[in-house]
């Protein structure tokens, strides 16, 4: 019957059956293998250009077109974008610090530039504010801190944890947005005790910040979407997860080359 439909013997087809696989075929079907290996990976997150990043690394050579040809093929795609928007916040607060950064070049080594900032996350025992510290060198993020709150305390314990861990010298600049929470006295103290030299976003501009704004798109369009979170500990638990053992050592960054910050640290 179907061949009859189209017009084909059934010695012809049975031939056709019973032919191998053209090596094209079969180097697809290993490159779809390697596409779905890190795409699980990623939870999810990758797009073509980070897939066609990380299979160079591995010494695969192809086209990127032809990895988002096999993607789509496949109805596989990154986690996406343009799922948060930014919190307008209170512009009115004061300005203690000018932008110092905009003058800055770009950071040569680790500590050097650190950046921070807040967000929220909704979970079923109420919203939960999360403070990040990120070194702009490599984008690791070196500090973090969870509470149900957004008092100074919270972005202290932060900027404590990145401390404890780098240790930097006197001198290192940290920019931040102009929320109350970074202009307080204690967290100004804080900087003071340590050396460390405040910037601050100018007014109504919170992309002077893009890197942190950056990060927390990632983590709450790859990590966060979609899951549902009984109240803070069991948040904490996939913040941990997602900083310490795919963020920092694992996931491919554009603005470094397509190296993860462990990565960029240790090559420079």
């Known amino acids: 019957m179907m061949c009859e439909k189209y017009k084909v013997s059934r010695s012809g087809f049975y ?158 600049w940290f920019h931040s947005d102009r929320g109350i929470e970074y202009a307080a006295l204690e967290y100004q103290a804080l900087l003071r005790q340590y050396g460390i030299k405040p910037s601050m976003n100018r007014p109504r501009q919170c992309t002077d910040n893009a890197h942190m704004e950056s990060f927390f798109h990632s983590f709450k369009s790859e990590w966060i979407h979609g899951n549902k979170f009984k109240g803070g500990e069991d948040l904490k638990v996939a913040i941990k997860h997602y900083i310490e053992d795919f963020y920092n050592p694992v996931r491919l960054h554009s603005g470094i080359g397509y190296q993860s910050p462990v990565a960029m640290e240790i090559n420079g």
């Open 15 to 172: 031939a056709w059956q019973r032919r191998p696989a053209s090596a094209r075929s079969l180097d697809n079907t290993s490159l779809c293998e390697h596409i779905k290996a890190l795409h699980k990976t990623s939870h999810e997150a990758y797009g073509s250009p980070r897939i066609y990043a990380a299979l160079k690394q591995q010494g695969l050579s192809c086209g990127r077109n032809k990895i988002a040809l096999l993607m789509r093929q496949m109805d596989i795609a990154g986690r996406a974008s343009r799922l948060y928007w930014r919190n307008a916040g209170n512009h009115a607060f004061f300005q203690r610090h000018g932008n110092e950064k905009l003058s800055m070049d770009e950071p040569s080594s680790i500590n050097q530039l650190w950046v921070g900032d807040v967000t929220f996350i909704k979970t079923g025992n109420g919203w939960q504010f999360l403070a990040v510290v990120m070194d702009m060198f490599s984008r690791r993020i070196i500090g973090w801190a969870l509470a149900n709150h957004r008092k100074a305390s919270l972005t202290c314990e932060a900027l404590q944890m990145a401390i404890k861990q780098r240790k930097p010298k006197t001198g290192l």
